[in-house]
């Protein structure tokens, strides 16, 4: 039996041998049932997420330096309809890489996207 204490502790009751229960979590379908499958004691398949404003705020916290949130969370929501968090954080850093560089933008960029799913939804079906 464990018991919880205030700041992550917590004192195990038992002489049992400690252990680590390693939870995997992925939007992708095709990574829940073959490469994390293999790897961790369990997947959890998350669901995409579907609206700007949540895309807003997973840019705001993982990105740095984004000129315009707003706008491109609402360019990938209307582009793609429901994104993983990787794929979204993938496609702004791209885009913000390729502007440096005068190259593509984030149109251009959709079609990576479209490659991944057709991928996962050959390689497994849940």
């Known amino acids: 039996t464990n018991i919880a204490k205030a700041g992550g502790h917590s004192k195990t009751e038992s002489n049992r041998k400690k252990s680590l229960h390693v939870i995997a979590t992925t939007s992708r379908a095709d990574a829940a049932c073959s490469v994390l499958n293999d790897v961790f004691e369990e997947t959890i398949v998350v669901p995409l997420i579907s609206d700007a404003s949540s895309v807003q705020t997973l840019l705001h916290d993982s990105l740095d330096n984004i000129a315009d949130v707003e ?5 990938i929501i ?12 993938r496609l702004v850093e791209r885009a913000i890489f390729d502007a440096k560089m005068q190259g593509e933008d984030l149109h251009s960029l959709e079609q990576d996207f479209a490659g991944d799913k057709a991928m996962a939804l050959k390689m497994c079906s849940i």
Do not use: H, N, P, Y
């Open 71 to 75: 706008s491109m969370s609402k360019m």
């Open 78 to 89: 209307e582009m793609l309809g429901e994104v993983g968090c990787k794929t979204a954080i």
